[in-house]
Nanobody
Framework: VQLQASGGGLVQAGDSRRLSCAAS????????VGWFRQAPGKEREFVAG????????NIADSVKERFTISRDDTKKTVYLEMSRLNPEDTAVYYC????????????????WGQGTQVTVSS
């Protein structure tokens, strides 16, 4: 599965942004998808995930009130909707997919996109 993350850019604090993770595989609807982010000098952290069975969502506590995740399997795309962005959200955002794992541990995801940079100015 090839994943293409897009939608990043330079935004101002308080803005909203939607990231997209598009897949090449026609069986993408059978994959769990997670979003992770990595800020400079920090470890990669889980942001949100969505399962392929039931579309169950898991959002990190740090962003739960501001971020949502959704998927449109007809478009083979998973979205990360981010609102009320602040400078601490500045990071490279990655999407990842796995057929069996849907948790927050990045090492368990088999497929990764290339990342998209989100920079939030104050």
């Amino acid at each position: 599965v090839q994943l293409q993350a897009s939608g990043g850019g330079l935004v101002q604090a308080g803005d909203s942004r939607r990231l997209s993770c598009a897949a090449s595989d026609r069986t993408f609807d059978a994959y769990n998808v997670g979003w992770f982010r990595q800020a400079p000098g920090k470890e990669r952290e889980f942001v949100a995930g969505i399962t392929w069975v039931g579309g169950n969502r898991n959002i990190a506590d740090s962003v739960k009130e501001r971020f949502t995740i959704s998927r449109d399997d007809t478009k083979k795309t998973v979205y990360l909707e981010m609102s009320r962005l602040n400078p601490e959200d500045t990071a490279v955002y990655y999407c990842a997919a796995d057929r069996y794992y849907s948790g927050s541990f990045s090492g368990r995801y088999m497929y990764w996109g290339q990342g998209t940079q989100v920079t939030v100015s104050s």
